[in-house]
């Protein structure tokens, strides 16, 4: 059986979702987007969903401004609901790098960032909760915080279906047809053959299987992340803000039910390479026990908290720590992985930009620093702190 598309998207996370959705937009016919499981069952669906601004270049600056624009105001941009809670996000540095935080708050202010910087005793201004001890300066953006990673998936799914885009679940890609350098289309699980002369690989933590497929090496390792759910106690008072500790290498965000999701900025991730198909997997008491010690620190009344349970997350993380969006060697190919745990936050500018190199328009924001070609060398060279800020 064969049939055929214009465009054959390979992965229903916020990625594939979120490009269906721009390619929509832009009027491009005929695309099909294929999930082999779920929409949002891969890592969109474990992902802590936070959305802080702080990030060291021009591009991923400007991306992150248009994406949150996009989840404040998402039933307008998409439809449905983003679940966006603007509680405000701050960022903890060590003294060492408050001089560069200070020259990077100073350019991304000039593109629209929402921000100041704090001196640690300030800090209980905003959010008496945190522990300053060891900061050398805290970044507070007002506006940042988090939304619902499935819920943003839906969203565009959605989107893209009034569009005229078909979405199938429960269809996985087997094979990758090619003539010489040029992509032919996708083989299936269900035994179909579709002709398409655009396949974007959006496959996540499989994306570098996915690439193998079309006979493409990507330079990702999946590397493990897991995050731990504790019950804050009755006397915590009102939900804390979101918030990054790099010096201290902890992260806490609140959810509904008194709950925070909380777990370990240091940076260790591609250390422990993790097989994808783990995702979702118990996490050990040891391990447990280590992360919610850092958090602890950070924000000491939460070391009451009751532990509820944890699951073995994991990143696709690129040697830069920086998201491939371009198009690979083979003609029609097209890649948008190696999100390093920004895939959440950029997932508008992400659809956005992929819609429109796929088209051969010029993106909102230059892609020039997402191109496959920017690797010497596939290990991680570079940090996901780094990622905030050099
Ligand atoms: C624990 C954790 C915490 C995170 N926290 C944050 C955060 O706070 N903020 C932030 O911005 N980002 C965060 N991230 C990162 C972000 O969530 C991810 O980068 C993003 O969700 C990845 O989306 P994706 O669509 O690229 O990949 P995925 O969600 O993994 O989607 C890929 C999809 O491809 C499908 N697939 C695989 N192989 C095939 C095939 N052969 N055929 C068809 N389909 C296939 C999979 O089933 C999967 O659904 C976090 C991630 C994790 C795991």
Do not use: N
């Not at 998936?153 to 279906?161: C, E, P, S, V, Y």
């Not at 996915?210 to 990702?220: C, D, K, M, S």
């Not at 997402?370 to 596939?378: N, P």
Request: proline content about 6%; hydrophobic content about 45%.
């Amino acid at each position: 059986m064969s049939r055929t598309a214009a465009v054959v998207i390979i992965g229903g996370g916020v990625t594939g979702a979120s490009i269906a959705f721009h390619l929509a937009a832009r009027g491009v016919r005929d695309v099909l987007l294929l999930e082999r499981h779920a929409l949002a069952s891969g890592g969109t669906g474990r992902s802590v969903g936070i959305v802080r601004q702080l990030y060291p270049t021009p591009e991923t600056t400007q991306m992150v401004v248009r994406s949150l624009r996009v989840f404040r105001d998402f039933g307008e941009a998409v439809g449905g609901d983003a679940g966006y809670v603007a509680c405000g996000c701050l960022i903890g540095v060590a003294p060492s790098m408050r001089a560069s935080l200070e020259a990077s708050m100073a350019r991304q202010k000039a593109l629209g960032v929402k921000a100041e910087v704090l001196a640690p005793a300030d800090v209980a201004r905003v959010e008496p909760r945190i522990d300053p001890t060891g900061l050398g300066a805290v970044v507070w953006e007002p506006d940042s915080g988090y939304g619902d990673p499935t819920s943003v998936t839906l969203g565009f799914a959605d989107g893209a279906r009034r569009r005229g885009v078909r979405i199938e679940q429960g269809v996985g890609v087997t094979a990758i047809r090619r003539a010489g350098e040029r992509v032919l289309g996708v083989e299936t699980t269900t035994g179909e053959r579709i002709d398409a002369p655009v396949v974007v690989d959006c496959a996540g933590l499989w994306s570098p299987a996915v690439a193998r497929l079309a006979g493409v090496e990507l330079p990702i390792v999946i590397g493990r992340h897991p995050v731990f759910v504790v019950e804050r106690d009755r006397d915590f008072g009102p939900p804390h803000r979101v918030y990054l500790d790099l010096a201290g290498g902890a992260y806490a965000r609140p959810e509904t039910g008194d709950l925070t999701l909380t777990g370990s900025l240091t940076d260790d991730e591609a250390r422990h390479p993790m097989d994808p198909e783990r995702l979702g997997a118990e996490v050990g008491h040891d391990e447990a026990g280590a992360a919610l010690e850092r958090t602890a620190r950070a924000i000491p009344r939460l070391g009451e908290a009751r532990y509820r349970r944890g699951w073995a997350g994991a990143f696709d993380i690129t040697p830069d720590w920086m998201p491939i969006l371009d198009e690979t060697s083979v003609e029609g190919f097209w890649v948008a992985a190696g999100m390093s745990g920004h895939g959440f936050k950029l997932s508008p500018a992400v659809g956005e930009t992929m819609a429109a190199l796929i088209t051969r328009a010029e993106p909102p924001v230059s892609a020039a620093p997402f191109r496959l070609g920017r690797f010497t060398t596939t290990a991680p060279a570079a940090t996901f702190v780094a990622s905030y800020l050099t």
